[in-house]
């Protein structure tokens, strides 16, 4: 028997049998979206008492430009070669998540 992944059927079998994954009901969306607004109000009041602070308590600020989108790339995979269509490792997920932080840190 064979079993395909796929994406209008999260699981097909060879015999004919489909499998779909479960997605948010109506109910769980409205809160995911309340969450995640939530989260953002967070990240941005955060950030504005950051700075109120940090404005009352120096008196010079120096602003750093950072490529983020070039920071935030991912991983190039690095071909090897000993054996035609393998890769070497090159820290991918570590990579995946010092991007995820990177982004996170506002």
């Known amino acids: 028997m064979r079993v395909d992944r796929g994406v209008a059927n ?8 489909m499998f779909h994954a479960p997605g948010l009901t109506a109910g769980e969306q409205v809160r995911f979206l309340v969450l ?3 989260l953002a109000d967070r990240r941005g009041d ?12 120096y008196t010079g600020a120096a602003i750093e430009n950072l490529p ?4 935030t790339r991912r991983a190039m995979p690095k071909p090897d070669p000993d054996h035609a269509g393998t890769f070497l490792p090159n820290g991918g997920r570590a990579k995946s998540g010092l991007n995820r932080a ?3 840190s506002c």
């Open 68 to 71: 983020i989108r070039t920071m």
């Open 36 to 38: 995640q607004r939530r």
């Open 102 to 104: 990177i982004l996170a």
């Open 46 to 57: 955060w950030i504005e008492q950051t700075a109120t602070n940090l404005t009352g308590a």
């Open 10 to 17: 999260s699981v097909a079998t060879s015999d004919g049998r």
